[in-house]
């Protein structure tokens, strides 16, 4: 049960971090290697906000406000002009991560900084004691999930989205402003990758390093799971948490990387538009 818990936590974990990725490049078809730093900017936030004395429930709120402002600014001093050039995103949101990354340590300092605990203590669940802070993020990854997909598959904006990504110059033909719905949607995953750095800050160590250790599995995640799909991700998400999970439990944390980048390799070698993608055909 123990290893169930630690599974489902990782997978928590990872789920909050693609849900941005999600809308950015498995929507919007936009590498953006600046992902990891828009999930400093959440997580930084914190750190600056608890240590002026604020409240970490107050900076979990605020979080996803300084991402998707950095965000935006981001898409539209950058992005915005090499939209429709897929490799110049690459080089461009790179030199961005930098950028950020730097001003990271620029401000607070190359060392780790750590968040106080808001929930501190466990819970017994199925006979384990586990803590009730990595509970709470498991719930809000679950609701985050549920609500993400209801907004696009139920709500107007979602039928928008949809119909830009379908086919741009038709949506803009029947009228849709194509170019507010980019911004917008690389807000909203700026802000997730913001919210998901500050609900996790109380967990791990706040590094300027700490966006790069989600930024391959999350990526990956989406193309086993299926690029341009909003189901497949879960099932990557779910594939690499799990592997990673239960070959930790015999191998080095860098040896179970390793094991688990070769198996997702393998993966998007046979299955290269996703297993989902696969199994609906």
């Given at each position: ?32 290697m ?38 935006l ?5 950058v992005v ?18 930098l ?24 819970m ?27 907004a ?44 998901a ?14 966006g ?12 086993i799971?299926?690029?341009?799909s ?52």
């Amino acid at each position: 049960m123990e290893l169930f818990l630690d599974t489902l936590n990782y997978f928590s974990l990872l789920m909050l971090v693609v849900l941005g990725l999600v809308v950015i490049f498995g929507l919007m078809n936009v590498i953006n290697m600046a992902h990891g730093e828009f999930l400093l900017v959440g997580a930084y936030t914190v750190v600056g906000i608890t240590g002026a004395g604020y409240s970490f429930w107050l900076a979990l709120a605020l979080a996803p406000v300084a991402g998707a402002v950095v965000g935006l600014l981001v898409e539209a001093l950058v992005v915005r002009r090499i939209y429709h050039r897929f490799l110049d995103t690459i080089l461009a949101t790179w030199g961005v991560s930098l950028i950020l990354k730097q001003g990271v340590i620029l401000v607070f300092g190359p060392t780790a900084q750590s968040v106080a605990n808001p929930l501190p203590g466990v819970m017994n669940v199925f006979g384990v004691d586990y803590p009730r802070m990595r509970l709470l993020i498991m719930a809000v990854a679950i609701l985050l999930t549920l609500v993400l997909y209801i907004a696009m598959f139920r709500s107007n904006l979602g039928l928008r989205l949809r119909a830009v990504i379908a086919n741009r110059d038709m949506a803009s033909a029947l009228g849709l402003n194509t170019r507010r719905m980019d911004m917008a949607s690389f807000g909203l995953g700026a802000a997730l990758a913001g919210f998901a750095g500050a609900i996790i800050s109380p967990v791990m160590s706040v590094d300027p390093q700490m966006g790069a250790g989600f930024l391959i599995p999350s990526f990956l995640s989406i193309l086993i799971g299926g690029v341009n799909s909003l189901i497949g991700p879960l099932f990557g998400v779910a594939a690499i948490s799990g592997s990673s999970n239960l070959i930790a439990g015999w191998l080095s944390q860098a040896d179970t990387q390793i094991i688990v980048f070769l198996m997702a390799m393998v993966v998007i070698r046979f299955f290269p538009e996703g297993i989902l993608k696969r199994r609906q055909k």
